[in-house]
């Protein structure tokens, strides 16, 4: 018990600090999530991939496939997650921060992608 009282300050001491420093975290910034071609594949990697899957191989499958979809209706569909006209907790979450330029990249990278590419 009294190691326990002795290392409560030091566990207090270390969670405040780490509670500090987490806002410069890189991991919480907002970074452009698709301005340039790299920039896009990048933010689909992180921000799609994950449940729709590389290379069209969805991780579950409540994902729908969308590799290969037209342009137009992705980054409609996008955007009504985005504006919360179609419900889904974690797309309306995934979405929320993406401007429509972003939208229109991430659409179009995926109407255009090529099985082989990745």
């Given amino acids: ?3 326990t009282k002795a290392l409560l300050p030091l566990i207090i001491c270390g969670f405040s600090l780490f509670t500090l ?3 410069g975290c890189s991991i919480f910034e907002k970074k452009s999530a698709a301005n340039t071609p790299a920039a896009t594949a990048k933010t689909a990697y992180y921000t799609c991939d994950g449940c729709h899957g ?6 579950e499958f ?3 496939k969308i590799i290969g979809q037209k342009k137009i209706y992705l980054a409609a569909k996008l955007r009504d ?4 006209k179609r419900i889904n907790p974690y797309m ?3 979405v929320a921060g993406l401007s429509d330029p972003e ?3 991430l659409a179009a990278y995926y109407s255009n992608y090529e099985q082989g590419k990745k």
């Avoid at 590389?54 to 991780?59: E, G, H, L, S």
């Avoid at 997650?81 to 919360?84: G, K, P, S």
Wanted: proline share 12%; aromatic share 4%.
């Fill in 54 to 59: 590389p290379k069209n191989v969805r991780v």
């Fill in 103 to 105: 939208i229109d990249n």
């Fill in 21 to 23: 420093c987490l806002p």
């Fill in 1 to 3: 018990m009294e190691k």
């Fill in 92 to 94: 309306n979450g995934v």
């Fill in 81 to 84: 997650f985005r504006d919360m």
């Fill in 62 to 64: 409540m994902s729908p």
